[in-house]
């Protein structure tokens, strides 16, 4: 069993920033995919940035140029940075990892964008 733990949402004025972080308690070194997910009221979850194969990264056409992927290998630990936020990104933002068939979520952390 893996365990995602998100941290770093919180509430922010549009066109503010935010740094999501995702510390996993199996190593990063070799997922299959690791990245982020969010969800808003009423909407499906959707794919905002990920490692696919480890070091190739996917980012939403949404949020390209303003979110960066980043990792610390040694803290086992995924970075989601955020910018020019918009009212439209609140949601719920989860944590994903898949390591072969495996796949893992964290409980989510909140990001609400006022504007």
């Known amino acids: 069993q893996v365990r995602l733990v998100e941290s770093g949402g919180g509430l922010v004025q549009s066109g503010g920033s935010l740094r999501l972080s995702c510390a996993s308690s199996?190593?990063?070194?070799?997922?299959?995919?690791m990245g982020w997910y969010r969800q808003a009221p009423g909407k499906q979850r959707e794919l905002v940035a990920a490692y696919m194969d480890v070091r190739r990264e996917t980012y939403a056409d949404s949020v390209k140029g303003r979110f960066t992927l980043s990792r610390d290998n040694f803290k086992k630990t995924v970075y989601l940075q955020m910018n020019s936020l918009k009212p439209e990104e609140t949601a719920v933002y989860y944590c994903?990892?898949?390591?072969?068939?495996?796949?893992?979520w964290g409980q989510g952390s909140q990001v609400t964008v006022s504007s």
């Open positions: 199996r190593s990063i070194y070799s997922p299959t995919v």
């Open positions: 994903h990892g898949r390591w072969g068939a495996s796949e893992y």
